[in-house]
């Protein structure tokens, strides 16, 4: 891992002889004497903060005020450093002589110059194994929500109309119906097990995952995006935002699939047209959609899906859980002592 060249560069003179031979000196040895500050950018929960303080190796300082002011005075004191959603750009990040690793609490880096890391040998770490459960059942919400049309429906109970608008309001089964799970980690192999409990067909879209990885889980793979598209009642988006998913879902594809069709994105703001959603949900082109992300977080006040019934919102809280909290600020914090011990698990690691 080339991230991690600096520590064998630092003691490749250091040795210590022992009856098997000789080895470098080791993590042990380095952590008794070393002290490391680390930066969290913005509060985690407790249980994370607490994997910190029973390690007396290792500093602290919670960073409240994220101006790039203040970041731009505070990060250079800093051997590593967590992440949520605050911008680490260029700039700010060529003030931090000192930083080693960066570990995200969460999966999605499109918020750090990635570009910056692989320059100058910074590590990235996520949390690879903590959100996929949240996440997943927070897609399986929306489907339910959409297809029982449950926010209609119980407003109609609150103002009196019991059953008086049936008609209006259709309803839907999962039972039989097809979806495309357009990304296939943790998360869509999560979700694959939920779909499949309501036995529903299963196509992947994921051009770097095994086809028999896929079969196993229960799921056809498809190699044509454009074509799985068309015949998808649902397709669920669990892809990073990079420059050849932006726009993925535009309104050339929005117009290839079905009427009755819904779109989810529980990944990264920018991957669907935010303009050409609004506009295939007002033209009836597509049924609805669910999203927990979107392209300017917070959420533009103008911006015509907080007006448009047909799509379903929340403000990026997929990974939210009371639990998931828990699995990221744990993770996120280990992610940055295993570093700095020389125990980085490789499934964490982003190869920049």
């Known amino acids: 891992?080339?991230?991690?060249?600096?520590?064998?560069?630092?003691?490749?003179?250091?040795?210590?002889?022992?009856?098997?031979?000789?080895i470098p000196l080791g993590t042990a040895n380095l952590i008794k004497k070393a002290m490391f500050k680390i930066g969290i950018l913005q509060r985690i929960h407790d249980e994370g903060i607490k994997i910190f303080e029973k390690n007396k190796n290792f500093d602290y300082e919670i960073i409240d005020d994220l101006s790039d002011s203040n970041l731009l005075n505070k990060i250079n004191s800093f051997d590593g450093i967590t992440l949520r959603t605050t911008k680490l750009t260029s700039d700010i990040l060529s003030k931090a002589s000192k930083l080693k690793v960066i570990s995200r609490h969460g999966v999605g880096y499109d918020n750090v110059d990635t570009?910056?890391?692989?320059?100058?040998?910074?590590?990235?770490?996520?949390?690879?194994?903590?959100?996929?459960?949240?996440?997943?059942?927070?897609?399986?919400?929306?489907?339910?929500?959409?297809?029982?049309n449950f926010l209609n429906l119980d407003n109609e109970v609150r103002m009196g109309n019991f059953k008086k608008n049936m008609n209006k309001f259709e309803t839907f089964e999962l039972y039989d119906k097809e979806i495309l799970i357009a990304g296939f980690g943790r998360i869509g192999k999560n979700l694959i097990k939920k779909c499949k409990g309501f036995d529903m067909n299963v196509k992947v879209y994921d051009?770097?995952?095994?086809?028999?990885?896929?079969?196993?889980?229960?799921?056809?793979?498809?190699?044509?995006?454009?074509?799985?598209?068309?015949?998808?009642?649902?397709?669920?988006?669990h892809m990073p935002l990079n420059k050849d998913t932006k726009n993925l879902i535009n309104s050339q594809r929005i117009q290839?699939?079905?009427?009755?069709?819904?779109?989810?994105?529980?990944?990264?703001?920018?991957?669907?047209n935010e303009h050409d959603l609004d506009k295939a949900l007002n033209e009836k082109t597509i049924l609805a959609s669910g999203l927990d992300v979107f392209a300017n977080e917070p959420i533009n006040?103008?911006?015509p899906l907080l007006k448009n019934k047909k799509v379903l919102l929340t403000p990026h809280t997929a990974a939210l859980t009371n639990?998931?909290?828990?699995?990221?600020a744990k993770e996120t914090a280990q992610n940055i002592i295993d570093f700095f011990e020389?125990?980085?698990?490789?499934?964490?690691?982003?190869?920049?």
């Open 1 to 22: 891992m080339t991230c991690l060249n600096w520590y064998n560069r630092l003691f490749i003179r250091l040795r210590l002889t022992t009856k098997k031979g000789s």
């Open 115 to 148: 570009t910056y890391l692989k320059k100058k040998n910074i590590c990235l770490l996520i949390t690879a194994s903590a959100n996929a459960q949240a996440v997943s059942e927070h897609v399986f919400y929306m489907m339910l929500t959409i297809s029982k």
């Open 207 to 237: 051009p770097f995952v095994d086809t028999d990885l896929i079969e196993k889980s229960g799921g056809e793979k498809v190699e044509n995006f454009d074509l799985a598209i068309k015949s998808a009642d649902f397709l669920s988006i």
């Open 256 to 272: 290839t699939m079905k009427k009755t069709a819904v779109i989810i994105n529980t990944a990264r703001g920018g991957i669907v």
């Open 301 to 303: 006040l103008d911006n």
């Open 323 to 328: 639990e998931c909290k828990i699995r990221m």
């Open 342 to 352: 020389k125990k980085v698990n490789k499934n964490m690691l982003v190869n920049l």
